[in-house]
């Protein structure tokens, strides 16, 4: 709802004193004159403001030129570290994948050799229960067992996959099977593994778990099969298969961790970690990882041949072992943090750089400023006389305007509150011109006419004595007061169409004080009340007895409408003088909110909670009156 804010003055008319914006009556700004100062002034501060701008930029770039080159020197030295750091692990890498050839590459030569012995051939030639060859076989294989420490156990194979040999480390020696305890059923997976080699080629079978090694822990049970073919020209005579222990291969890998926060592993072709530096990653574990779950794309990067690659979390170097039945790559994952916090430039380095930037950054700053300061403080002193000038000619005019605005304001509130009787008086006599018939109507509508005038009376006498409110002595009837504004803004075009709903009135009820001034009051809510609601809706009047804040009795009217309400944005101000979002001047609740006051009540507003606004009105019924109304009329 658009109401008339209003004032929390004891008069309608001394708000008017309340700070205002600068503006004229017709709401312009007044103008102001141009500087009396000389026109050179203004050339001149033009001339010293361009050359202060000049020097400040100056030495705004200086200084950013020696933050810039301090920065970069410090960037210097952060990337020769990193770079550092990078080749460290990149060289460990590349070491770690040297050992590991090396291990595979002697495996095979060990397999390569073995695989040529004569005995080898001779056993796998002999007959079942011929001695001479197996221990022929067993003299020169059991020292070579014994001499190297990866081997685990050495094998001989018939082309069918059954086992004719097999020596294996006891303890701190070396043995042979008997060769009634030899597995006689084929041994098909190995079978498959070797059928199809060509002669001299070795193959590497990858890491094995072997159940069977009960004598050492279940982490190091991993071994790792070599089979060589054994031929005498074209025939086939078996097959050698040298198991070697993959401990040394998975202690190296998941010992390699040049810094802290560095992870290496050793992958298969598919990305499965065949050892980490958490061993609980690797594959056969239940939390077994994979690099490309890891770092999506490094797989395909590294088969492309990418030995250094940045990523999102970190550096990724890659070396690949080289063996290529295996496809076995050595990955180390550095990442950005660790590079950050292994870092260890030099301390005197940084504290040189730094100690550099922020002294030459300060000398500019301070030289800067001085330059600066001494060339405005020039300018300064011929200014102050020009805007003191300036400030006494403005303080002249906004007085000046105070004073018409407060005359303008004053007379467009007087003008507000005549024309609405005004208005009742012009309705009745177009009433008395209509229906000139009737004697009867014609003496009510004279006695409103009288009324009317009455009003724009009171109007003027309050006029006269804003500066002291007060109200007359005796009592008044709220009932008949409420009536009377009714008649009064009943034919009016904002109640054509208005239902209005009274309870509680239906007996006198006197309260302290002058009857046509709370009249005026119900005159400004009713006619507030009917412009919201557009001239149709209801209109609740309600009135009940309610005990005061200082135990004297009181009488509450709430006066409630139908309308949009009140906005929460208005509400704070609605009784502020001069305020109002209609096409009015501000007044008429500021003065129904003095009148209030006036007779020792209280005005407030709110929205109600099923729409439209409420009006709360409270009058003391049983309080001392005030005695101003007898310095109205001069009585002492």
């Not at 803004?489 to 309870?503: D, G, P, R």
Request: with cysteine; charged share 25%.
């Amino acid at each position: 709802m658009t109401r008339e804010p209003s004032t929390d003055c004891n008069s309608p008319f001394r708000c008017h004193s309340k700070t205002r914006p600068e503006r004229s009556v017709s709401g312009q700004l007044l103008p102001v004159k141009a500087s009396t100062a000389p026109q050179q002034s203004g050339m001149l501060f033009g001339v010293k403001s361009l050359r202060h701008i000049v020097l400040t930029i100056l030495f705004v770039l200086l200084i950013a030129l020696e933050i810039t080159h301090g920065a970069y020197r410090i960037r210097v030295i952060q990337d020769g570290e990193r770079a550092a750091l990078i080749e460290t692990v990149a060289r460990g890498v590349r070491e770690v994948a040297g050992e590991l050839r090396r291990l595979l590459a002697g495996a095979r030569e060990h397999a390569t050799y073995l695989s040529r012995l004569l005995t080898v051939q001779e056993v796998l030639e002999s007959s079942l229960g011929v001695e001479g060859p197996r221990r022929a076989l067993e003299a020169s294989l059991l020292p070579y067992v014994v001499s190297f420490r990866g081997i685990d156990h050495v094998r001989l194979l018939d082309p069918g996959g059954k086992e004719r040999f097999r020596c294996e480390k006891t303890g701190n020696g070396v043995g042979s099977i008997p060769e009634p305890r030899l597995e006689r059923d084929p041994d098909f997976g190995v079978l498959a593994l070797l059928r199809n080699l060509l002669p001299g080629v070795v193959l590497a079978s990858g890491f094995i778990h072997d159940s069977d090694r009960v004598e050492v822990p279940e982490s190091d049970r991993k071994v790792l099969y070599i089979g060589a073919p054994i031929d005498r020209g074209t025939t086939r005579l078996g097959y050698l298969l040298l198991t070697i222990y993959a401990s040394p291969i998975l202690n190296r890998v998941r010992s390699f961790r040049p810094f802290p926060q560095v992870d290496t592993g050793l992958v298969d072709a598919e990305g499965a970690y065949l050892a980490q530096t958490d061993p609980s990653r690797e594959r056969g574990q239940p939390t077994a990882g994979n690099l490309q779950w890891d770092i999506p794309g490094a797989l395909e990067r590294i088969r492309s041949g990418e030995s250094s690659m940045s990523t999102a979390s970190g550096i990724v170097l890659s070396e690949n072992i080289g063996d290529v039945d295996l496809g076995w790559t050595l990955v180390s994952l550095v990442p950005t943090e660790a590079i950050r916090s292994n870092s260890q430039a030099s301390s005197e380095e940084y504290a040189w750089v730094v100690g550099t930037m922020v002294t030459a950054t300060a000398t500019l700053a301070i030289a800067g400023f001085f330059l600066v300061r001494m060339s405005l403080r020039e300018v300064a002193l011929r200014e102050a006389a020009r805007y003191r000038q300036q400030e006494l000619e403005l303080t002249r005019r906004k007085q000046l305007s105070e004073r018409l605005e407060s005359l303008g304001l004053l007379t467009a509130g007087v003008a507000h509150e005549i024309n609405n009787p005004l208005e009742g008086i012009e309705n009745y006599l177009a009433l008395l011109e209509r229906e000139s018939g009737s004697k009867e109507k014609q003496k009510r509508y004279v006695e409103l006419l009288r009324y009317g005038f009455h009003r724009i009376r009171d109007i003027v006498r309050d006029l006269s004595s804003f500066a002291r409110p007060g109200v007359e002595t005796g009592t008044a009837d709220v009932a008949a007061a409420v009536t009377h504004a009714l008649k009064m803004v009943a034919y009016t075009k904002e109640f054509k169409q208005v239902k209005v709903e009274l309870q509680g009135l239906e007996s006198t009820i006197h309260v302290n004080g002058e009857g046509r001034r709370l009249e005026q009051v119900f005159l400004n809510l009713f006619l507030n009340a009917g412009r919201a609601m557009g001239g149709e809706g209801t209109i609740s009047i309600t009135a009940k007895p309610v005990p005061g804040t200082d135990g004297a009795d009181e009488v509450e009217i709430a006066i409630e409408d139908t309308g949009p309400g009140i906005p929460p944005e208005v509400l704070p101000r609605i009784f502020d003088p001069f305020f109002t979002t209609a096409n009015s001047t501000g007044l008429g609740l500021s003065i129904s909110y003095g009148i209030v006051e006036a007779h020792g009540g209280s005005l407030r507003a709110e929205n109600s909670p099923g729409g439209g606004a409420r009006f709360l009105l409270r009058l003391p019924t049983a309080r001392p009156v005030t005695t101003l109304a007898r310095q109205e009329r001069g009585e002492k």
